[in-house]
């Protein structure tokens, strides 16, 4: 059955702790793998769609990156603001869904 | 700056009655999806229309949930009779989707509480 797995669940951190989160995920025909943020009350917030192994992405404190069975969600030195829910998703061959992982709630302390 | 946009925000209703939520997806897009949020499961997939034709709504409940996109720039989802197993966040999201690529962009989400 086609899963994706995020771990981990919750993820404490101080403000300048670099980390990473995990995705691990087991499709056949990946198409794209996703990864948004959720801020409480929010809807899920766009920031990174990787499509091969190798490749990476980066924004800001945040770099995405992705082999053929996980994608890494890398943050160096965060912030309080960092704080969110970070969401993995995959597209894969046949359909233009995405499905989603449960996240990791991350929480970064001053 | 186009985003997409839900409502209500917030419903409480009793168990039995009928509950619809609307969604307007960004300009443009040509796939509009519906996603249900709870604790438990996370997001999961309800339904979703690619040119304003269904193409999966195998992830809903049939004998109460429907979905509709009666033009471009609304999308419905209706439960009837609403249970309180469905309290929950429903999304909805669009995208302008070519083959596998293109983003999803969410709403804010409707929250629903039934009683």
């Known amino acids: 059955e086609d899963q994706v797995t995020q771990s981990p669940e919750a993820l404490r951190l101080q403000e300048g702790e670099s980390s990473s989160l995990n995705c691990s995920y087991t499709?056949?025909?990946?198409?794209?793998l996703f990864w948004y943020r959720q801020d409480p009350g929010k809807g899920p917030e766009f920031l990174f769609t990787?499509?091969?192994a190798g490749e990476e992405k980066e924004k800001e404190r945040l770099k995405a990156t992705l082999t053929k069975k996980e994608s890494f969600l890398h943050i160096t030195a965060p912030k309080p603001e960092d704080s969110a829910t970070y969401l993995c998703a995959v597209r894969y061959t046949g359909f233009q869904k995405l499905v989603f992982g449960t996240g990791t709630r991350l929480l970064v302390s001053p | 700056d186009a985003r997409v946009t839900q409502t209500p925000r917030d419903k409480v209703t009793e168990m039995g009655q009928e509950v619809t939520m609307r969604c307007q997806p960004i300009l443009g897009h040509n796939t509009v999806f519906w996603y249900r949020q709870t604790m438990m499961q996370g997001l999961e997939l309800l339904a979703y229309f690619r040119n304003r034709a269904p193409l999966d709504d195998s992830g809903m409940p049939k004998d109460r949930f429907s979905a509709e996109m009666p033009d471009a720039t609304l999308a419905t989802l209706k439960i009837q009779p609403s249970e309180p197993r469905d309290s929950a966040v429903y999304f909805c999201?669009?995208?302008?989707?070519?083959?596998?690529?293109?983003?999803?962009?969410f709403g804010e989400g409707s929250r629903l509480t039934v009683l």
């Open positions: 499709v056949s025909g990946l198409r794209g």
């Open positions: 990787l499509y091969s």
């Open positions: 999201a669009s995208g302008l989707l070519t083959g596998a690529a293109g983003e999803l962009f």
